[in-house]
């Protein structure tokens, strides 16, 4: 089999256009959850620590002053953006959380489902027989 003809059996298979499918659903479900962290979380919690915003923490590597915003000391040289971490990470909990329900729900009703009932295996056709010699003893 030639790699062209491999390549096609793969790319044509369910499991591939399912997972092309989830990727899409997840970045547009990572907007959302960055949208989220971005607008709805990090000001709550940086409120709830005195007006701070996490986004403009950061650690100056090239003599800039602590007093500039992240994206003025980033024109002046290298910094170490540990605020933009922390709303990353937190973004990535929720994410990853929100994901976890996902599975949790989605195993839950795979469970529920009942379990397709085979059908009978087919009377060996020695037994028939059997039957037959006995039902004509009884005659």
Do not use: W
Not at 86 to 99: P, R
Not at 102 to 108: D, G, I, S, T, Y
Request: no cysteine.
């Amino acid at each position: 089999m030639s790699m062209m003809e491999e390549f096609k059996t793969f790319a044509t298979k369910g499991n591939v256009v399912d997972l092309a499918v989830g990727v899409i659903i997840g970045g547009a479900f990572g907007k959302i959850v960055d949208s989220l962290v971005g607008d709805v979380v990090m000001p709550v919690i940086g409120k709830l620590f005195g007006g701070l915003d996490f986004s403009n923490y950061y650690l100056p590597l090239n003599g800039q002053s602590v007093q500039l915003t992240l994206v003025e000391a980033k024109k002046l040289g290298g910094v170490l953006a540990y605020g933009n971490f922390i709303t990353v990470t937190v973004n990535f909990i929720i994410l990853a959380f929100v994901i976890f329900q996902m599975v949790r729900l989605v195993n839950k009703f795979r469970k529920n489902e009942p379990a397709p009932v085979a059908a009978p295996a087919p009377t060996p056709e020695d037994v028939i027989l059997l039957r037959e010699i006995r039902d004509s003893l009884k005659k």
